[in-house]
C-alpha cells in the first residue's frame, strides 16, 4: 500500500488513482531488470521460486483482506 503523502513519488498503472486519492498497491516496485524484456532468458535466472511462492501467499492474504473491507469507508 502506499503512503498518502501527496509529495510521495509514484509511477506505474497505479499513479493516475494514487494522485486523485485513490488508494493503491504496489507489488512489483524494483529492481528495475523486473520491467525488462531485453535477456535471452527474461531475466528468469534471478527468479527464486521459493520466495515467489511466499509472496503471492502474502499478496494473496492482503488482496482478501482488502476485498472484504466494507466499500463505505471514508
Do not use: C, M, W
Not at 535477456?39 to 472484504?68: M, V, Y
Amino acid at each position: 500500500l502506499t503512503h498518502s503523502d501527496q509529495n510521495y513519488s509514484s509511477y506505474g498503472e497505479g499513479t493516475g488513482p494514487f494522485r486523485v486519492g485513490i488508494p493503491t498497491a504496489a507489488f512489483i516496485s524494483g529492481p528495475t531488470y523486473l520491467l525488462s524484456v531485453n535477456s535471452l532468458n527474461g531475466h528468469l535466472d534471478k527468479l527464486d521460486p521459493s520466495l515467489l511462492f511466499k509472496q503471492t501467499l502474502f499478496l494473496t492474504h492482503i488482496l482478501g483482506r482488502i476485498d472484504a473491507l466494507p466499500a463505505n469507508i471514508p
